[in-house]
């Protein structure tokens, strides 16, 4: 695993899970995928953090994107990015991402002047922080795959 950084704060991992992992991710095949990548994550952070609201891979098609937005919801948040567990503030935002053959579709960190293209198979983790609001830009080709979640201190 190769680990770069945007900024500061927001480091990438290349090559996060093998090919083999992310075609068993894409054909739901394989068995102990989420809770292997909870204990990878976790384990960044010196198992301090707990995935949170990891949800199922997630698709943008041509002409979708989505709005400037942060991680840190609390509760009544009405955003439409919120996964699970409105009641709880977020330390991180994390991506997966599952293929590459779309154009368009990066993702953009609005108040850092930022953007990345993301690659099959990295991982992308920045603070949820207002500081750190982002978007994804309009998929030109191809349909975008990745899997969103969110870290938090554990109990």
Not at 7 to 14: M, Y
């Amino acid at each position: 695993m190769i680990k770069s950084y945007l900024d500061p704060n927001i480091f990438i991992i290349e090559d996060f899970i093998t090919e083999e992992e992310r075609v068993s991710i894409l054909y739901n095949t394989w068995a102990n995928g989420k809770e292997e990548i909870r204990s990878r994550i976790s384990s960044l952070f010196n198992d301090k953090l707990s995935v949170s609201g990891m949800a199922g891979i997630r698709e943008l098609s041509v002409g979708e994107l989505t709005e400037p937005h942060f991680d840190q919801h609390d509760n009544g948040c009405q955003c439409g990015y919120c996964i699970n567990n409105l009641n709880t503030f977020y330390l991180y935002g994390v991506v997966l991402y599952l293929n590459e053959d779309f154009t368009g579709g990066e993702l953009k960190y609005t108040k850092k002047n930022i953007a990345h293209s993301p690659k099959a198979r990295s991982l992308v983790c920045h603070p949820a922080s207002s500081d750190y609001e982002h978007e994804v830009l309009e998929v030109t080709s191809g349909t975008r795959k990745f899997i969103s979640f969110f870290l938090e201190e554990k109990d």
